[in-house]
């Protein structure tokens, strides 16, 4: 089967249309039928084009979300309290409430939510880009293996149309070995 005839039948058995994913399907063909690799490294590619802002906004999420940040914000709340409470028991700057270190949290996590929803929503890009590229790479091994099956399928039918030519030849020498012997093959019409 020619090649092009392979790429026709693939398209055929995808139901490939003029949409934006047969598009894609299409690419992945023609990589099939050159022989190209589709594989690469789709959060390195996105990691070289982010901008400043992206990278510290996974910096500050990294931090935000890890057990050192929630131990050193620990430790940081009972210094605060313990300095405010028991250390200068007569003017401390932020007595119990303490209603300054309650605004200071508050502008925090309203500085911080915005930033990781952004580090979330750029992971949720990746992630979204990765299984595309998934998808493509798992597209084109499913099509490298329906042409193995092809070429199994046609190497197969070749040795059985040899196997019957020769199973034929040997039947009819086998029957005139018996004719000249003088044996009557059923079958042979003689």
Not at 20 to 33: D, E, G, M, P, T
Not at 39 to 48: I, L, P
Not at 100 to 125: E, G, K
Not at 169 to 186: C, F, M, N, S, Y
Request: hydrophobic fraction near 50%; glycine fraction near 6%.
């Amino acid at each position: 089967m020619s090649l092009h005839a392979w790429v026709e039948k693939c398209e055929h058995v995808l139901g490939l249309g003029t949409d934006a994913a047969s598009n894609r399907a299409r690419r992945i063909l023609k990589s099939v039928a050159n022989r190209s690799i589709i594989s690469r490294d789709v959060a390195s590619e996105m990691d070289k084009k982010e901008t400043f802002g992206e990278w510290l906004a996974d910096r500050v999420a990294t931090f935000g979300g890890s057990w050192t940040f929630i131990m050193a914000f620990g430790v940081f709340l009972v210094f605060w309290a313990s300095v405010n409470t028991v250390v200068l028991i007569t003017g401390a700057f932020d007595p119990y409430p303490f209603i300054f270190l309650n605004l200071m949290l508050s502008m925090l996590a309203a500085l911080q939510a915005p930033i990781i929803m952004m580090s979330q929503n750029r992971q949720a890009i990746k992630d979204r880009a990765a299984a595309e590229h998934d998808y493509e790479v798992n597209l084109k091994a499913e099509i490298e293996i329906m042409a193995l099956h092809e070429k199994l399928d046609q190497l197969r039918n070749e040795h059985l149309q040899q196997m019957l030519v020769q199973q034929s030849e040997q039947i009819k020498l086998l029957t005139q070995l018996l004719a000249a012997q003088g044996v009557k093959v059923p079958g042979s019409g003689g």
